[in-house]
């Protein structure tokens, strides 16, 4: 994770490393390409300047807090990317939807962090702690507000998608704060939730690129497939990053989820295991929540940290039990759902022609479930 959750699973919100983007773009026949993005995004960047602007002081700070604080820019990327697909890709419409979007995105980071009581977001104090939780949430309604006047230019297919996945968004957070139901498989809601807070939007930038470079409308179901899919991956991926022992290789503690007392996939398969009557699961479970995140056993809602409830105070105890979890059946199960949605993202593209977008779409999918782990 990005910042430092409490309670609640938090959107891994688009950290490719730029020697991941590298990768994907390191083929002669691609060169081109990444010059054709590079090109893009910096016309993106000054977009994003430009429409990040209120004459209004504490607007203008606010607002423009994390926008300054960097960022990859994953989803315009994806605009831009998929937009190669259509005759008109450097279409200013393209750029608006592209610029459109990384505001939404930034918009949802101001309130997540202020939901998930966030510590730190790109690597400065969340806005929230900067000022406060009001003014954070207001920041954040600034710009959904400023996206969707840079939508309503774009049509109203456009403005309609933009509504969809908002509420998605919205209705994500949603069903993470109040959690399952009692008959609800706590897996399933998961993976809804990844599929609402993350994939929704990564599927969205895609849509837009196909939408209006003018490319063929086909393509628009596979796209938002694939980046929905591609969504859920890099969540999944980001649990089993979470595992990690290397301070070096994640820019992270280990275990910060569960520290925070938020349980992941690895745990929610491993909670799976004890219900079936695995012993071992069983015990492990105990510990986790008991030692590592402080969560009481046995209560009504289990992924929520208990204040009253503190883990080991000893460092060595809890690195081991992390090492076991991060050694145990259920990382590599864990690892083979991410690789599932990711051959789902990929299947999705036999629509596409041949040639290198539909390449560095497949290879960008790929690569999530191998980096650094």
């Known amino acids: 994770m ?106 949802s980071l101001y309130h997540d962090d202020v939901m998930d009581e966030a510590t730190l977001r790109r690597g400065v104090t969340a806005a929230h702690l900067r000022w406060s939780n009001s003014t954070a949430i207001l920041a954040g309604d600034l710009l959904f507000a400023r996206a969707s006047q840079m939508f309503s230019h774009l049509g109203a297919e456009a403005i309609r998608l933009q509504a969809t996945v908002f509420e998605r968004l919205v209705l994500g957070q949603m069903h993470e704060t109040i959690g399952p139901s009692e008959d609800e498989d706590r897996i399933e809601h998961y993976l809804r939730v990844l599929a609402d807070k993350t994939g929704s939007l990564i599927g969205a930038a895609t849509e837009f690129g196909i939408m209006l470079s003018g490319a063929p409308q086909e393509y628009r179901p596979a796209l938002a497939e694939f980046g929905e899919a591609v969504g859920v991956a890099f969540q999944i991926v980001d649990d089993v990053i979470d595992l990690s022992p290397s301070a070096e290789t994640t820019g992270k503690r280990a275990c910060t989820d569960l520290r925070a007392g938020v349980e992941t996939l690895p745990v929610l398969l491993l ?47 809890v690195d081991a039990i992390i090492a076991e979890l991060r050694e145990h059946a259920v990382t590599a199960q864990t690892v083979e759902t991410a690789q599932e949605h990711v051959r789902r993202a990929t299947g999705s593209l036999d629509v596409l022609p041949n040639g290198v977008v539909k390449t560095a779409l497949r290879e960008f999918a790929e690569r999530l479930v191998t980096r650094d782990f």
């Open 2 to 107: 990005t910042a430092q959750p409490s309670a609640t699973r938090r959107p891994a919100h688009g950290n490719v490393s730029s020697k991941f983007a590298g990768k994907l773009f390191g083929r002669p026949a691609e060169r081109k390409l990444k010059a054709t993005l590079d090109d893009g995004l910096a016309r993106v960047e000054d977009t994003l300047l430009e429409q990040v602007q209120y004459a209004d002081e504490v607007a203008q700070v606010t607002t423009s807090y994390l926008l300054g604080a960097g960022g990859k820019r994953l989803r315009p990327m994806l605009v831009l990317l998929s937009a190669q697909l259509g005759p008109d890709p450097d279409a200013d419409a393209v750029l608006t939807a592209a610029a459109a979007t990384e505001i939404t995105h930034l918009a």
């Open 271 to 317: 909670e799976r295991r004890a219900q079936e009557g695995d012993e071992e699961a069983a015990d492990l479970l105990r510990r986790i929540r008991t030692r590592v995140s402080g969560s009481e056993p046995g209560s009504a809602d289990p992924t929520l940290a208990r204040e009253d409830a503190a883990g080991s105070s000893d460092p060595e105890e």
